[in-house]
């Protein structure tokens, strides 16, 4: 098996963060000299980079995995190599080889740089091997990608999460947090554009909280600051996620104000409304503090984007807990909203506290929140229909291009206009399909 190139493909759950670190593995994998198979069906080794975050995002990884590696063996009568890596198997480590039982390499969320070597010793070997790198804060200097997108690059800033919001598992699998230095994100950075990327996006749990691990001196706007000054006169948008409530200021504000490149987008997760809940979630602010945030957004650009993650059903949330959701959300009339329903999660302090709204509950709460949401969404989409908005391509799909505003609003613009992944251009917003607004190009851009 190790004469000829041993073919790889990373198939990958959950968030953005994970996409960003399959991307790095890619790169590591890529060096060590395997090649990325054309897709999964061909390739010889299947790496999964699982997620932790909900239980449903358990359960649908290994039945996820377990079929597609299934589907494989029966069409091609050959087992692919299965390595299973990230945020589960990090939690459920040896379990998870009762539950996957074909899986050949288990690793972590840590001491990425091993997998290669490990990788051509479990090949060569019958046994399963299993690692969990055990250092907590080495310094973040995961760097080299193989990018999925031609358009857009992410750009971790830091890894890991120090918040411990009672809910989530993110900070005991993924570690303290880690801030990337200074002089690599600007180098990484220069090495983006060079490769002809349009839209970087910055990444972390908590990005307003960039180098407080690094020093008191190294801030996110000191970092914002940077960027600006170099790449400020550069054709590209600049994102970043996410943005946590109780450490998201006025100052990072005024730097996208500022600034050129900056987009006006604000992933700003609310979780509930209720300032009790606020509490037990230990998010560290209460609905006031989020609407003074949202109004400063709101009233410091024509165009803001607030995007948000809201959990309904947290242990004891009562209706009236609930309608305090519902309130927030009429009022800050978010853009963009990813809604779940609370789900107990193992080692967290939540845990502790009796899972006690019923499912049936959740789901209602979900549902009126749903639909809460999409009216404010074709309200807002409605008054917008006529006006003119510049957008960037972000790839092809069926018989549409899909663009988006700096605000982060989807448009489609049909295919007979003449364009690519990475133009910028300005479009009539004109139509609303469902939920889809179409929009038709006026001006050509770059
Ligand atoms: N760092 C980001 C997101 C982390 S996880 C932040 O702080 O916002 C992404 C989202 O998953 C969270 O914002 C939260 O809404 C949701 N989530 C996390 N743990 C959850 C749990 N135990 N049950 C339900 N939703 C959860
Ligand atoms: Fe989880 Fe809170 Fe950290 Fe986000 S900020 S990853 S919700 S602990």
């Known amino acids: 098996m190790m004469s000829r190139n041993i073919s790889f493909r990373i198939i990958t759950f959950g968030c953005q963060m994970n996409k960003s670190r399959s991307e790095h593995l890619s790169y590591l994998l890529s060096r060590s000299g395997f090649v990325v198979a054309p897709t999964p069906e061909e390739a010889d080794i299947l790496v999964f980079n699982t997620c932790a ?61 091993m997998i290669p070597s490990l990788l051509r010793e479990a090949l060569d070997k019958e046994e399963k091997i299993c690692f969990f790198g055990e250092e907590e804060n080495t310094p973040f200097l995961e760097n080299g990608y193989i990018r999925e997108s031609r358009t857009f690059a992410y750009l971790p800033i830091t890894y890991g999460c120090d918040n411990f919001c009672s809910y989530c598992v993110v900070p005991y699998v993924t570690g303290r947090q880690r801030s990337k230095p200074e002089d690599l994100v600007l180098r990484e950075l220069g090495d983006i554009l060079e490769e002809g990327f349009r839209e970087i ?65 604000f992933h700003l997760p609310l979780q509930a409304g209720s300032d009790r809940i606020l509490a037990l979630m230990n998010r560290g602010y209460t609905q006031r503090d989020y609407l003074e945030m949202a109004d400063l957004i709101r009233n410091g650009f024509s165009d803001a984007g607030i995007g948000t993650d809201i959990i309904v059903g947290f242990p004891g949330e009562t209706e009236k807990d609930f309608q305090e959701t519902l309130k927030v959300v009429e009022q800050v009339q978010f853009d963009v909203a990813y809604t779940y329903m609370y789900s107990p999660r193992p080692l967290t302090a939540s845990s502790r506290l009796q899972d006690d709204v019923p499912q049936r509950i959740k789901e209602e709460r979900l549902k009126t929140l749903n639909t809460l949401l999409r009216e404010i969404h074709l309200r807002k989409v409605e008054k917008r229909i006529g006006t003119v908005v ?48 179409e929009g038709k190009v006026v001006a050509a851009g770059t």
């Open 53 to 113: 975050v909900r239980e449903h995002a358990v359960e649908r990884a290994t039945n996820a995995i377990n079929q597609m590696v299934e589907n494989i063996v029966s069409q091609r009568g050959k087992v692919p190599v299965v390595v299973i890596c990230g945020c589960m198997s990090e939690l459920i480590r040896g379990k998870l080889l009762q539950k996957m039982p074909l899986v050949k390499l288990l690793a972590g969320t840590r001491r990425w740089d």
């Open 201 to 265: 996006v910055l990444l972390g749990q908590n990005v307003n909280s960039y180098g407080k691990d690094l020093g008191v001196e190294f801030t996110f706007e000191r970092l914002l600051g940077h960027i600006e000054r170099v790449f400020g006169q550069e054709k590209i948008w600049v994102q970043f996620i996410t943005s946590h409530p109780r450490d998201m200021r006025k100052s990072i504000i005024e730097k996208v104000q500022e600034s050129n490149i900056l987009c006006p987008y």
């Open 390 to 437: 510049e957008v960037l391509v972000e790839k092809e799909e069926d018989s549409y291009y899909v663009a988006h505003t700096r605000s982060n609003l989807r448009v489609y613009v049909r295919k007979k206009e003449d364009l690519r992944p990475g133009n910028q251009v300005m479009v009539r917003l004109q139509s609303l399909r469902g939920t889809k607004i």
